[in-house]
Every structure is written in structure tokens, then in C-alpha cells.
């Protein structure tokens, strides 16, 4: 009995020393065989050309603002206000192309009006001059186009994108150009650009806008600084120099204000001509630093108000009167009659 249970005991041992002995062994195949499987796995990169060609492949966006050729500009500001770069972007490729075939159908009418003008030499017949009235039709139909455009670039490139290659063919295709020597037919093409309304009527309406306003702007300025001098004649102890100095600043201000309104009612962008007007004031600042400084002195002098004209004082031990203040200046007369100003 006890060497059957010494022998059942050798093997067990036995056993579990074949069984610890065999996982040993194939543990390193296992692994070995993961590698092999994780080496042949294919790995996708993803490179940016590949996103590009992505993209590329993606199904273009549809403009949705060009559908109507005349749409109001107010109007399609109001289209283009949400859309994203991408969507604003399709929207200028699409007036872009509209623009395209407009300058290609006045190109195509050009040239026929030149090639009939060479064969009747320079006088006018009923085809040149349905061509030109043609023409000019044409032209006002792209002066809609472009505006359009031009209000779709805006929106563009607030939001980050590029206009610069629309804008500058928009601006070649949209200059007037004249023959000077065919004398009766220019008379048509103004006639009929008169008469069109994205031409003369246009126009028209354009100078009566800047008219208006300008006449309304001088009107109301020296209205305006009458009001603040009554204001400020009811603060106490206030300069007459100081209340004269921002009567004439209102008054300015309010015609300034008219110019630009003036501008920006027959479509001119303010922002390029406030930047050029902001560049040349720092430009101005810095160089001229030391007037700037008498010029503020000035001004404190007129808020302060330590003296007055006809006041005496005492300057470097001489005695004299106050004879004039300015922002640039204050000039003393001394005892003598002798003038002295000083910065």
C-alpha cells in the first residue's frame, strides 16, 4: 500500500513537471506568432495629400444666392450672413462665373462692332448700332454682377478667405473703355448708358444721395454748435477759448460725418480709406511729437484754466499781460507794448 501511494505521488510529479515544462515551451511561440501577425497586419496612413484627395473627391457645394442675377444687395447680405467660409466660397465662384459669361458675351459683341466698323469704315449702320445699344445693355447687366460680387468677396473675406484673384478680375473686366475716334458711335453709347438704369439713372440718383446729405450736413452743423455753446455757456468758470475750441470741433465732426455718410451711400467701402486715415495720423503723431506736446499743453491750459486773457503774470522775473491763449501758443504783452510768445 505504501509503494502504491509512493508511486501515485512520483506520477503526479511527473505530470506536472510535463505540463509546466510544455506552457514554458509554447509561450514563446504564442508570442512570437503574435508579432509575426501584428507585422503582416496592414497599417493605414493617413497622409495630408490623401485628405486633400478626400476632399477633392467630395461632392462640391451648391451655390444658393446666384439663382437670381438681380437680387438686392440688402438682400443678399442677409443670405450671406450665416453661411460658413466654405459655403461663401461657392457662392463667389458661382457670381464669378456669371461674371465670366457676361464679359464673354460683351467680348463677343465688341468685336463684331469693330470688325463692322473696319468693313463700312467708321459710319454708323442699323447692325453696329443694335450692337452697341446691345452693348451697353450688357454692360449694365455686369455693373449688377459685379456689385453682387463685390458684396459677395466682402462677405468672404471677413470671414478668412481670399477674394484677391476675383477681385482684381472683376475690377479688369468691369473698366470702361472707349473708341475716341468713332465719334458717332461713343454718342450712342452714352446716349444709351444714360438712359439705363445701372448707368446714367444710377448715377444720378447717386450725386442727388451725396447732394443731399452734404446740404443737410451744412445745415445742421452750425445748428449743432450754436446748441453746444449754450450748453457750455451755462458751466461755470469755463474758458471762452476752451467753449470756442469745442464749438468748432462739433461743427467739424458733424460735416466729417456728412462726407462719410455721403461716401458710404453710393456703395464706397469706408474701411481701406479709415485705415489710410489711421496710418497717416500715427505717422503724423510720431513726427510731430513736439507740437503734439504744445498742443496738449494748450488744451490744459483751456480745461484748467490757471489764467486768463488780460490776466498779469510773472514769467522768467518779467511782468506781463496775457495778450492771447491758443492750443499752440500764449502770447504776452509785456509793459513796453513788446509781444512774446511763448509754446
Do not use: C, H
Not at 466729417?256 to 461716401?263: E, Q, S
Not at 484754466?305 to 496775457?322: I, R
Request: no cysteine; aromatic share 6%.
Amino acid at each position: 500500500m505504501r509503494k502504491f501511494v509512493v508511486l501515485f505521488k512520483f506520477q503526479v510529479l511527473a505530470a506536472t513537471s510535463l505540463i509546466s515544462l510544455s506552457a514554458a515551451l509554447s509561450l514563446p511561440a504564442l508570442a512570437q506568432g503574435d508579432a509575426v501577425e501584428a507585422e503582416a497586419a496592414p497599417v493605414e496612413v493617413v497622409t495630408p495629400a490623401a485628405e486633400d484627395d478626400a476632399a477633392a473627391d467630395a461632392e462640391p457645394l451648391e451655390a444658393i444666392t446666384a439663382d437670381n442675377p438681380e437680387i438686392p444687395t440688402d438682400q443678399l447680405e442677409i443670405l450671406l450672413k450665416p453661411l460658413p467660409q466654405e459655403q461663401v466660397q461657392a457662392e463667389a465662384e458661382a457670381w464669378y462665373g456669371l461674371l465670366q459669361e457676361k464679359a464673354q458675351e460683351i467680348s463677343d459683341l465688341e468685336f463684331d462692332i469693330k470688325i463692322r466698323e473696319e468693313d463700312i469704315g467708321g459710319a454708323v449702320d442699323s447692325a453696329k448700332e443694335q450692337n452697341v445699344v446691345a452693348v451697353t445693355g450688357l454692360k449694365t447687366e455686369q455693373t449688377t454682377l459685379v456689385s453682387r460680387l463685390n458684396t459677395v468677396l466682402t462677405d468672404l473675406e471677413s470671414k478668412g478667405g481670399d477674394p484677391t484673384l476675383y477681385r482684381q478680375y472683376s475690377d479688369t473686366v468691369s473698366g470702361l473703355e472707349f473708341n475716341i475716334t468713332d465719334t458717332e458711335g461713343l454718342g450712342l453709347r452714352f446716349t444709351t448708358w444714360l438712359q439705363s438704369e445701372e448707368g446714367g439713372i444710377r448715377w444720378g440718383l447717386n450725386l442727388l444721395k451725396v447732394g443731399g446729405i452734404l446740404i443737410a450736413a451744412t445745415f445742421i452743423a452750425p445748428r449743432a454748435g450754436k446748441v453746444t455753446d449754450l450748453a457750455l455757456a451755462r458751466i461755470e468758470n469755463i474758458s471762452n477759448l476752451f467753449r470756442g475750441f469745442i464749438v468748432m470741433i462739433v461743427k467739424r465732426s458733424v460735416l466729417v460725418v456728412g462726407g462719410l455718410l455721403a461716401l458710404a451711400s453710393i456703395g464706397v467701402n469706408l474701411g481701406p480709406i479709415l485705415a489710410v486715415v489711421g496710418g497717416a495720423s500715427f505717422v503724423l503723431a510720431f513726427a510731430l511729437q513736439s507740437n503734439l506736446g504744445n498742443f496738449a499743453s494748450g488744451l490744459m491750459l483751456l480745461v484748467n484754466k490757471p489764467f486768463d486773457v488780460g490776466d498779469e503774470v510773472k514769467v522768467a522775473g518779467y511782468w506781463a499781460y496775457v495778450d492771447s491763449i491758443s492750443l499752440a501758443s500764449t502770447k504776452l504783452k509785456d509793459f513796453s507794448g513788446n509781444i512774446v510768445t511763448l509754446p
